[in-house]
């Protein structure tokens, strides 16, 4: 659950650097799936703004690649 409350914390304040993709590796790391990780931030896009959303999806992409 803290894996994803941070996720959340560093979407919503713009924070897309490195911290963000440990965060999201960790996440991973933690049981989140490809699919939930994508329902987060399409849930935190409505409320952070979307151009957040698109550069999470991005990196998210990277971490969950199959």
């Known amino acids: ?3 994803i409350i941070t996720m959340v914390a560093l979407m919503s304040s713009g924070i897309t650097d490195r911290s963000l993709i440990y965060h999201l590796e960790n996440a991973k790391t933690h049981g989140v799936t490809r699919e939930e990780a994508a329902a987060i931030i399409t849930h935190t896009g409505f409320y952070a703004g979307w151009p957040k ?3 999470v999806f991005r990196l998210a992409k990277d971490v969950w690649k199959v």
């Open 1 to 3: 659950m803290r894996c």
């Open 53 to 55: 959303a698109w550069v």
